[in-house]
């Protein structure tokens, strides 16, 4: 696995955007219902022209601006791309555009698209694609997606192959949020294929993937897709299954039922010694957080949040909630070298003594009734991860109730009532680092606060990338200060389990599925 290197990233995009008037050239080469933990397949043949993931959560949609949740876009990366891709080495790539040009001022991006791309429904790819995608993302797409272009105002084709955008105030990161192998508010929808309707279920991409069949809950099955621009799947099938018991998953792949998995740390230590399995650890961005209600008493007051903060033992929460496989983060993830490391973020150490103090000062001497609210058995280490953390809380203090929720009422919750005081999240890759900083618009009004608004603002202007970095640091620096709008916790690590017969496994950082077009079963 190749380290991901983020100030290689950040230098490709600083290009794009300092170079103005100067366009971003790019050279590219190379142009049967199945339940999960069944047995063995029909034929040899079938068997070695499909290659079979298994993975923990469904998605809850295939509508790729219908949703924010990571598993989902771990789906749509499958059949979905953007304008330009991020490699695993963090080099800035084309995708469907070729190349950009950017305006003196900052404001006018234009994109030249690649020719000859076909979506899986046999139309072809322009101009009119790119348009629809972006209209429609901010007329109905989700509100978590739309905040990845904080400055978008319009765009508008120039002719079938040449598109471009027009934003509110100059951007660093505009290039990087087209650029997220995540697919994040970036998916290019076919205009044909969305407003005839039906993305919720059939994902009409420009993948190499083609959607063969879903069953929510059980299985995507994809093949190979003869019209992709690029080059063709290594293997003719795939076929995910969702599989949410870990070991459950353990047995399908030491029984040859599965090919690839993402096992948990306990699941790699059941692999240790299994001569026709390979485990690796790859790197990874996924982050896990607690929103803070600041709106509504208690969390209005800032020793409140800043108790709840120092209450909170991150080694202890990596350690006993997910054994090892997590580390403790700041704001942005410690992988990013440049960032300042969680040690030196006010209020984010542990100190039970602080956070008794803390509590008394704001007026709470005698105990504090709060909530806590979780997906539950969201995935491994979430459950356990909100009983420490109540544990941790209640022993300074605080009185914690867990409020456990289904995905759809902790949407609800999360995204439209904001009906919370604490509230468990977990947020996946991101091509632009401004967003482990941002404050989710969502959250507005009430206004962001200040002291943080004017930082953010001078982020966006950026010109440089070391001016950037240490814009984005002082963010972070401020709203640990603040304890706000989140308190970051841990940065997951990622582990890989496939079997000896799969060769080109490579999980990128992003976690995106479009690994798997890389990867031979023979």
């Not at 841990?490 to 490579?506: F, I, Q």
Request: some cysteine.
């Amino acid at each position: 696995m190749v380290a991901f290197s983020r100030k290689s990233r950040l230098a490709v995009a600083a290009f794009g955007i300092v170079i103005l008037a100067s366009t971003a050239i790019f050279s590219v080469s190379g142009a049967s219902t199945r339940t999960p933990g069944a047995s063995a397949r029909t034929s040899s043949a079938t068997a070695a022209s499909t290659l079979v993931y298994a993975e923990t959560i469904p998605p809850a949609t295939l509508d790729p601006q219908a949703s924010n949740l990571a598993a989902d876009r771990l789906t749509w990366s499958l059949s979905y791309q953007c304008l330009l891709t991020t490699s695993n080495t963090g080099k800035l790539e084309p995708q469907l555009a070729t190349s950009y040009l950017v305006s003196h001022n900052g404001l006018v991006y234009t994109f030249n698209l690649r020719h000859g791309v076909y979506f899986q429904n046999g139309e072809p790819f322009t101009s009119a694609d790119v348009v629809y995608t972006f209209r429609r993302l901010f007329t109905v797409g989700d509100p978590s997606s739309r905040e990845i272009f904080p400055t978008y105002k319009s765009v508008s084709a120039v002719n079938p192959y040449t598109v471009q955008f027009t934003l509110s105030a100059p951007t660093f990161g505009f290039v990087n949020a087209n650029a997220d192998p995540d697919l994040d508010g970036c998916s290019i929808l076919s205009k044909t294929a969305g407003e005839a309707g039906g993305l919720a279920t059939k994902m009409v991409g420009t993948g190499p993937w083609e959607q063969v069949s879903y069953q929510p809950d059980s299985y995507i099955k994809m093949t190979r897709y003869n019209q992709y621009w690029g080059p063709k799947t290594k293997t003719a099938n795939l076929e995910v299954l969702y599989v949410p018991e870990s070991t459950s998953q353990i047995t399908d792949l030491q029984a040859g039922t599965a090919d690839i998995i993402e096992p948990s740390s306990a699941g790699v230590a059941s692999l240790k010694g299994a001569h026709d399995i390979t485990v690796q650890t790859a790197p990874s961005d996924v982050s896990v957080f607690l929103e803070i209600n600041e709106t509504k008493a208690p969390f209005n007051n800032v020793n409140v949040r800043r108790a709840v903060a120092v209450a909170l033992n991150r080694t202890a929460l990596a350690n006993i909630a997910y054994a090892g496989s997590a580390v403790p983060s700041g704001y942005i993830p410690p992988n990013y070298g440049w960032s300042i490391p969680v040690k030196d973020l006010p209020y984010s150490q542990y100190n039970p003594g602080e956070a008794k103090h803390l509590l008394a000062i704001a007026g709470y001497s005698h105990g504090l009734p709060i909530t806590l609210s979780y997906i539950t058995d969201y995935e491994f280490g979430t459950n356990s991860l909100v009983a420490q953390m109540q544990s941790e809380l209640n022993s300074v203090g605080f009185v914690a109730t867990l409020v456990p929720m289904e995905t759809a009422a902790w949407l609800d919750v999360t995204n439209q009532k904001q009906d919370y005081q604490l509230n468990w999240n977990e947020q996946s890759y991101y091509s632009d680092p401004y967003f482990y900083v941002n404050v989710p618009a969502r959250r507005i009004p009430p206004p962001v606060l200040p002291a943080v608004h004017v930082l953010q603002m001078k982020a966006l202007a950026a010109t440089s990338l070391n001016a950037y970095q240490a814009d984005l640091n002082a963010i972070q620096k401020e709203e640990a200060t603040l304890v706000y709008p989140t308190i970051t916790l841990l940065a997951e690590k990622a582990y890989v389990a496939y079997r000896t017969d799969v060769s080109g496994v490579a999980i990128p950082p992003s976690g995106s599925l479009a690994f798997l077009a890389n990867v031979l079963k023979s």
